[in-house]
Every structure is written in C-alpha cells, then in structure tokens.
C-alpha cells in the first residue's frame, strides 16, 4: 500500500489561493467548479515542483476530486463576511481584490495557478459540470470509479498525492465528449520515480506528523 502523504495546511494560504482564483476568473464563479481549478492548480504544482499550492489533502468523490479544508474555507461564514459572498445557487463573488495576500505565493505557486486558469477555466464557465466530468477521465480518481454505486454514491475517499503523477489516457471518454486535450505533460516512469522520492521527503520535511 502506497504511504498517504499528508502536507500541513496552512488556512490564511487557502484562503488567499482562492480569493486568486476567483480573482482571476473575474471575480465571480462557481464554487463547486472553483474547488475543482483549486485541483487541477495543486495537479500541475506536484507534478512540476513535488508539492500542491495549497497543501490541502484531497477526497476522491462521486463529483470528482475535493481539496477538503479549501471546501471547508469555502463553506464557512467567516471567509463570506470577510471577502466572499455566496448565494443560493452556489455563485460566489469576490467583494474586493485589494485584500488578497499574496505574499503567500511562491512564483511556482502563481504558474501552477494560471496555468489552472489559462486551461480549465473557460471549460468551467461553459457548464459547471464540465469541470467535475473532466476530473473523472484523471487516474487518481477513476481509483475510485467503481466505489460510487448505489449507497455508497455519498461516500468519499482519501487520495493519494503520488496516484496525481499517473498519466491520463488522452483518449478518455470525457476528454472526447468535451473535445478537450488533456494540457498536462505526461511523465516518465524516471519523473515519476525523482517526484516520488520527492515529494517523501517534502512530506518528511513539512507534512502534518513532522
């Protein structure tokens, strides 16, 4: 069994990734299809750099893939009355841009965020389940395809963050019925070995139990 690799979440970092998203989808959006260019950020940043943008530990779900504390940040009142409003059809809005921290951000951080943006974003605008349909043609979560069935479609999954260095099929069915190209770089199985043994020692370094 592949080691659960767990990065110590740091909240006033969440918090700022997200206001950025949003931020730069022009400050209005979905928040169930925010959460998922918060995955495809984190994807791009551990597949380049051996670490999410955000340190959150992620749930494989009937929807596709959930950073869990960046929903939980999202879902609680204190960020809405702060800098985020949200209405009854899930639209949230950003009050003001000025409040963002940025200075949490590394320049890798930034990259891996426009590159969510530059390439998810515009295929979120369209439908809001284009987004969760295309985390369903990604490996880490197709994991757990089988496990969403009849009761258990409300369950949810720890993943793992060394499944994220899997190469999707770029034929999958989902890429096709949204006539998407998968914009991920596919790794080698030598990528994948230096990422792995990098990302353990990053976990070693920084995760929740160091």
């Known amino acids: 069994m592949k080691p659960l690799i767990r990065f110590e979440m740091n909240s006033k970092k969440g918090e700022s990734f997200l206001e950025t998203l949003l931020d730069k989808v022009g400050g209005k959006y979905n928040y ?11 994807r791009y ?27 939980d940040i999202l ?6 009355e702060d800098n985020i409003q949200k209405d009854k059809e899930y639209i949230i809005t ?9 200075t949490q951000f590394s320049t890798s951080d930034i990259e891996a965020i426009d590159f969510a943006i530059e390439k998810f974003s515009k295929v979120g605008s369209n439908d809001i389940w284009n987004l969760p349909d295309l985390c369903h043609a990604y490996p880490e979560w197709i994991e757990y395809k089988d496990q969403f069935n009849g009761d258990n479609k409300n369950n949810s999954y720890d993943m793992n963050f060394l499944d994220f260095l899997k190469n999707a ?4 069915p989902d ?5 998407f190209t998968d914009p ?3 790794l080698t199985d030598l990528d994948r070995k230096d990422l792995t043994e990098e990302i353990q020692e990053v976990n070693n370094l920084y995760g929740e139990d160091s």
């Open 75 to 80: 879902e609680s009142k204190c960020l809405f």
């Open 175 to 179: 890429f096709k019925k949204l006539n």
């Open 94 to 102: 950003l009050k003001s841009s000025e409040n963002i921290d940025k």
């Open 45 to 71: 940043h551990i597949r380049n750099y051996a670490r999410p943008v955000g340190a959150d530990y992620y749930l494989a779900m009937r929807h596709g893939a959930v950073p869990s504390n960046l929903k």
């Open 169 to 172: 099929n770029p034929n999958h």
């Open 32 to 42: 169930i299809v925010l959460l998922k260019l918060a995955f495809f950020a984190d």
């Open 184 to 186: 991920f770089t596919p």
